[in-house]
């Protein structure tokens, strides 16, 4: 279950067009749809997400799942230290002016720690609903620049390759390596592969699980 839309015809050029392969000059080579010329990379990127200068590559179809639980892993370590530090500070004998003081450089690192926090916990959240809708860092910031989203209803944020939340999920968390004979998700995500494991996209009607509707975007 999820809510619909209807594809609007894009202007100059039509819904099939739009959907067709593209050419990449920089690569020389016709790239699938969802896919992405890097410059910093300098390689074409499947379903792509965004560059992230942290970890110095690509996000994209084939880890973009190790990223998520990298930001994950990230989130815990930086709350763990919190907790810590407020602990600390919380048993520490001397007035907290005293102990801002006397600990300046503890005071900061929590101030740091606190920023980060929240930063990499926004992006958890990010990319949690980014899965569950089946889109990207990179269509939603450019959703009227992309050819196969522009003639979309952008209000919503549903995409035209979601079918379930079960199904986007599936696939997200299963790339091209993984056995479809082991653990089944390739086969009950409902989405085509290519024969090397690849997801052949294809565009669809508009859709966003139910369970999302009460998320304002």
């Known amino acids: 279950p999820g809510a619909g839309g209807r594809r609007r015809g894009a202007a100059g050029e039509s819904g099939k067009d739009a959907a067709g392969p593209r050419w990449c000059e920089e690569c020389g080579i016709h790239v699938p749809l969802r896919a992405k010329h890097c410059r910093d990379c300098g390689w074409c990127v499947r379903t792509h997400d965004h560059h992230c200068p942290w970890v110095g ?44 003081s006397k600990y300046p450089m503890m005071f900061y690192g929590m101030c740091l720690m606190t920023m980060f926090l929240v930063m990499v916990t926004s992006l958890v959240c990010t990319h949690a609903f980014l899965a569950m809708t089946n889109l990207t860092t990179w269509e939603i910031l450019s959703w009227d620049r992309i050819t196969y989203l522009r003639g979309l209803e ?58 999302l509707r009460c998320i304002p975007v």
């Open 57 to 100: 590559v690509c996000v994209g179809e084939g880890n973009r799942l190790f990223f998520f639980w990298f930001l994950v892993a990230q989130a815990i370590e930086l709350a763990i230290f919190w907790i810590e530090g407020a602990v600390y500070f919380r048993f520490a004998e001397s007035h907290w002016i005293t102990w801002m």
């Open 154 to 211: 952008r209000e919503g944020f549903m995409s035209p390759f979601s079918v379930s939340l079960g199904a986007n999920l599936a696939s997200y968390c299963c790339p091209s390596w993984c056995p479809s004979n082991g653990c089944g998700c390739v086969a009950g995500s409902k989405m085509s592969r290519t024969v090397e494991g690849w997801h052949a996209w294809d565009i669809g009607s508009q859709h966003r699980p139910a369970i």
